[in-house]
């Protein structure tokens, strides 16, 4: 059946035609599938053995993996190490996003501190640190400011009369809110993790999320905007929420606390200029300089010994207690006004986490698994959610710390927790005094990697406008209508945009190039010729129920064939030869007749001699329509020649109508030339041949469509097949019971080629096309 040979950059091959039965015997297509029936599968699924129970224990519990086989020579300097610079940095940003969160600074230090143990045991990244987030963090802010806004809390006071804001009840209320949506986006994280859909997050592109979080970022201006600038404007909630308090803050403006902008611009400087050394000398310098917490000192120092809070009425942290929070149940009765927070909080912190890990993981050489990923950081939000905490994720700013300074383990992640722990217990009442426009300064200065993904939209230009539409409709949709609506929003365009580009596919009429076996767009390559005969037609994508209209309008407009017209005209045309027909057999039934009962017969009832003659014979204008029909009828190369047809029906159209015959001749040859004209485009084709090599699968319109095309096009004389279909699209359509008598499976070729050599055969093709490739892999095939 086939040879090959091989020799000095050459290769030959010679094998017969294969269409899709000749291969199933060629490659000796299996009879059942490998698969282990069902009953099997769910029996093994349910049959314990050791191997198999120490397999999910070590999947639940990934660090029963690494732990045993830590090795303390090699990776506990530097797990040591990174876990003191990522604690240091713990401690700025942990108080600094619980003002984003709008709960009290010491809430985003327990956050800091219980997620990040959990997380350590059940995490299979090695290098994220896991712990405040600003996006996470303005997500549950949003939440808790909506279900407790200040005028819940504010009463009049009875002396004065004057408007008095309850503090501890709000901030109470508030971390009771943001506990319980954490505890349900953790539920929600977890119960997508054991129903393994982890992927998920693949409908969340790489512009979606960064558009996100670069709208979020917005957000995380506006929202500390009032602690810069020291005012106190209204807030806003809804559609176009962060417009209004823009107008509202530039309203407020004039009664700016000058203290609060000069801390504000003074800790801005300093931080931005260290930030930039640090990123200049990284290299050189053994650890980053810890300037967060530098400056988290120094203002606290300042700020006591200046009184700024009873001089300046410079806003600061406040009361910061002592010790541990005991663990307590969440308020169940807010899940319903929190579910669709909760849930988009789940899947853009998982989001996140799962895209830093993969980072990682791919740089490192391991695996991430995502959906023990997704039960990991649901736990740790759900246990974090018990202890007072509000959800988590990874950090880009920490996890490239932690992995710079010699991080290899998740014990740089205990190691911080503990540097978090002694804050907590020991140094918490020193930070009292700290001015809250510090931190909100080490949020802006955090921000600098969000801002930059504005420069995702030149490089997007250049490289894919749809991507680009996606991160500026996701930018615009965050920035408007809010984190949660904006996030519904950028998913549903996001699949919009997969769905138009399937809809709006590329159709291409490919040719030959030659000398070779490849099929090629003739539209992008000028050596790709067209053979002549024989259409060849490829969509870009899949063909289904959205498209499949599409596909055959596409179909008809590249190849020139207008289905519809030629079907038309076939049918007027077959029911005016029916017609002519049965007025020839109705004329010579009365000729007859005629003949037979008037002249035909003597007074004895014998035939006159004359009359028999006519009669054995038959008239010679009736012969000769006879002749005329049955030449109509023959075929050539197993087609009807329309033309041929429609002359033969002019003959017999000039033999009926007697002295008129010339101007019926001239008539028919007048409706032969328009039928030519109308087949201009179509009258050499006899073949055409559809490139399915694209399609992943078929679905039942699909399969409907191209019943309708076999069907159609056999009508008008012009052969189908397919080529190129992929194991599964052939099962589908045999499951449809596409192939019967009329499509055989004889019509499936397995390549282009071979559909293309088999239709010149058919068509008195004598010899076979061998050719050699004068490149520098070079191939001689013969078929």
Not at 585 to 614: F, I, R, S, Y
């Amino acid at each position: 059946m086939g040879v090959e040979e091989q020799r000095a950059g050459k290769f030959y091959v010679e094998r017969d035609v294969l269409d899709e039965l000749c291969l199933d015997q060629v490659a000796r297509r299996r009879t059942h599938s490998t698969t282990p029936p069902l009953k099997e599968r769910v029996k093994d699924s349910l049959r314990c053995s050791m191997p198999k129970l120490k397999r999910s224990v070590l999947s639940t519990l990934p660090v029963l993996s690494w732990l045993p086989r830590y090795s303390v020579r090699d990776n506990g300097l530097g797990d040591l190490i990174s876990g003191i610079s990522v604690g240091i940095m713990h401690l700025p940003q942990g108080m600094a996003y619980a003002l984003l969160a709008s709960v009290p600074p010491v809430f985003g230090l327990y956050t800091s501190f219980y997620p990040v143990l959990v997380y350590c045991l059940l995490g299979t990244s090695r290098h994220i640190s896991i712990g405040t987030f600003a996006v996470i963090s303005i997500m549950i802010g949003s939440v808790t400011e909506r279900l407790a806004p200040d005028s819940d809390f504010t009463f009049l006071n009875g002396t004065n009369g004057t408007a008095v804001l309850d503090v501890t009840a709000r901030d109470a209320y508030r971390v009771q809110i943001a506990a319980s949506t954490t505890v349900l986006s953790g539920l929600f994280q977890v119960l997508l993790g054991m129903v393994r859909f982890g992927f998920v997050v693949t409908y969340l592109s790489e512009p979606l999320v960064r558009g996100y979080t670069t709208g979020a970022a917005t957000h995380v201006v506006v929202s500390q905007l009032k602690y810069i600038f020291g005012i106190h404007p209204a807030r806003f909630s809804g559609p176009l929420s962060q417009v209004y308090i823009l107008i509202d803050i530039c309203r407020h403006l004039p009664e700016t606390n000058i203290g609060a902008l000069v801390v504000s611009l003074v800790a801005l400087v300093v931080l931005i200029v260290v930030k930039e050394l640090n990123s200049c000398y990284e290299k050189k310098l053994p650890l980053p300089i810890p300037i967060e917490l530098i400056v988290i000192v120094a203002a606290t120092l300042i700020s006591y010994y200046g009184k700024l809070n009873s001089q300046y009425d410079v806003a600061v942290v406040g009361e910061i207690p002592r010790g541990l929070k005991s663990p307590s149940l969440p308020d169940v009765s807010l899940w319903g006004m929190v579910v669709g927070d909760a849930f988009a909080v789940a899947i853009v912190g998982y989001a996140i986490n799962i895209s830093l890990g993969k980072t990682f993981g791919l740089k490192h050489g391991y695996k991430v698994d995502s959906n023990q990923e997704l039960v990991a950081l649901g736990l740790s939000n759900t246990v974090g959610g018990f202890f007072q905490c509000y959800s988590v994720t990874a950090s880009m700013s920490r996890s490239l710390i932690q992995e710079s300074t010699g991080g290899r383990t998740q014990v740089a992640g205990v190691v911080s927790s503990v540097i978090v722990l002694i804050t907590i217990l020991q140094l918490g009442t020193l930070f009292e005094e700290l001015p809250k426009a510090v931190l909100s300064c080490i949020v802006f200065v955090n921000l600098k990697g969000m801002f930059k993904q504005y420069l995702d939209i030149p490089a997007l230009w250049k490289s894919n406008t749809v991507d680009l539409l996606v991160w500026l409709v996701t930018l615009v949709c965050t920035i408007l209508l809010n984190l949660d609506l904006g996030l519904a929003a950028s998913i549903a365009f996001s699949l919009l945009t997969v769905i138009f580009r399937t809809q709006l596919p590329r159709y291409s009429i490919l040719g030959q190039v030659p000398g070779t076996e490849l099929y090629l767009d003739t539209d992008t390559y000028e050596e790709a010729k067209e053979i002549p005969g024989i259409t060849i037609f490829r969509s870009s994508t899949t063909v289904y129920y959205t498209n499949a209209e599409l596909y055959l309008d596409a179909l008809q407009k590249k190849s020139g064939i207008d289905i519809g017209k030629l079907l038309t005209r076939k049918k007027k045309r077959d029911a005016k030869q029916k017609r002519k027909d049965k007025k020839e057999e109705k004329k010579g039934k009365k000729e007859a007749k005629k003949q037979n009962g008037v002249n035909g017969h003597l007074p004895n009832g014998t035939v006159h001699p004359e009359d028999k003659v006519d009669v054995e014979k038959g008239s010679p204008d009736l012969k000769g329509n006879r002749t005329d029909i049955a030449l109509t009828d023959r075929p050539t190369n197993g087609q009807v020649n329309w033309a041929y047809e429609q002359q033969g029906t002019g003959l017999d159209l000039g033999s009926e109508t007697g002295s008129h015959g010339d101007d019926a001749i001239t008539q028919t040859s007048s409706t032969i030339g328009e039928e030519k004209r109308g087949r201009s485009s179509d009258n050499d084709t006899h073949t055409i041949i559809l490139d399915l090599s694209t399609a992943s699968f078929v679905d039942t319109v699909t399969v409907m469509m191209l019943n309708n095309i076999f069907r159609d096009y056999r009508e008008i004389d012009i052969d189908i097949y397919l080529a190129g279909c992929q194991v599964c699209v052939v099962e589908q359509l045999s499951r449809a019971s596409f192939f019967s008598e009329s499509i055989p499976k004889s019509r499936l070729f397995t390549t282009v080629h071979d559909a293309v050599l088999h239709s010149l055969r058919l068509q008195g093709a004598s010899d076979v096309p061998i050719y050699e490739c004068a490149l520098d892999m070079a191939c001689t095939t013969k078929m």
